[in-house]
């Protein structure tokens, strides 16, 4: 899907914390605030009726049925999309919660964020249109001759009523901490034999941290192993 379309949205994000060898755990986020289901089942219904509702099918559609009956995906949907001018003008949002322990056992929940170093910046219609397909990824090499790009880490903390189990909750708190930078320094030579190899994890691997109650994670996780190994039997292609 070329990168001006519209329906390119939401657009990922994945960070890899190299921590050992054979030791790492990973940040992955998306360009939406939310989510459209709390349950596997419930996302696999949605797609299901997306898949059902293509040109020609009568209304309502079995979409415009289950967006009815599901606010939370409704919600998503509306969401604005707009085509950001670089991946590193645009803000991605972690679906699921987080434990954050202190070294007394203390904890707190959280949700990544991924922020610009600046203000996000984002392209009207007109400007998309005339941008190539693959632009925001031509836009990194381009970025890369110029210097190194960095882009905040930061945590959402969820306040004392925000429900941390339900990926669809928006949270009423709006404290923001900082976590940490990132620096893009260079784009790996073997770039798609790379993308076929890595599995991200969204379980967390590192003291500190653990997953919620969410019933996404681990689902998640499963699929995510299944995905990447289906994608290493295919080999380059």
Not at 124 to 131: E, F, G, I, Q
Request: net charge negative.
């Amino acid at each position: 899907m070329p990168d001006s379309d519209p329906n390119a949205s939401p657009r990922g994000m994945a960070i890899r914390f190299n921590l050992a060898e054979h030791v790492h755990t990973d940040i992955i986020a998306h360009s939406v605030d939310g989510f459209p289901a709390r349950t596997l089942e419930e996302f696999v219904e949605f797609l299901h009726a997306a898949y059902a509702s293509g040109p020609g099918t009568s209304s309502p559609t079995p979409i415009e049925k289950f967006l009815a009956s599901h606010p939370a995906a409704l919600e998503f949907i509306q969401a604005p999309k707009p085509v950001p001018a670089s991946f590193c003008t645009e803000s991605f949002y972690a679906v699921n919660a987080y434990k954050f322990l202190d070294a007394d056992g203390n904890s707190q929940y959280g949700r990544y964020r991924i922020r610009p170093n600046l203000a996000n910046e984002y392209l009207d219609p007109a400007a998309t249109a005339k941008k190539a397909p693959s632009f925001l990824f031509d836009e990194i090499g381009d970025r890369l001759a110029k210097g190194s790009p960095t882009m905040r880490i930061t945590v959402l903390v969820a306040g004392k009523e925000d429900a941390v189990n339900d990926s669809t909750a928006h949270w009423s708190s709006r404290v923001e901490v900082n976590f940490g930078i990132i620096e893009l320094v260079s784009v790996v030579p073997d770039n798609d034999a790379a993308q076929r190899h890595i599995i991200f994890d969204p379980i967390p691997r590192v003291d500190g941290i653990e997953p919620s109650e969410d019933p996404l994670l681990d689902q998640r996780a499963t699929i995510y192993l299944m995905s990447g190994r289906r994608r290493r039997a295919q080999g380059p292609q």
